[in-house]
């Protein structure tokens, strides 16, 4: 019962720690930024 109880604990902790990180390359909305989706797409030949 104890192990059970310990890898609870762990997975509770990695949760945690996980929803605590901001994800990489957040950027605020009131600055714009310059996506490939405002770029059209090259015409096949």
């Not at 950027?27 to 996506?35: A, E, F, H, L, M």
């Amino acid at each position: 019962m104890t192990t059970f109880i310990r890898l609870t604990a762990a997975a509770t902790v990695a949760a945690l720690a996980l929803s605590a990180c901001t994800p990489p390359g957040e950027v605020p909305s009131d600055k714009k930024v310059r996506t490939a989706t405002e770029i059209p797409a090259p015409a096949d030949k």
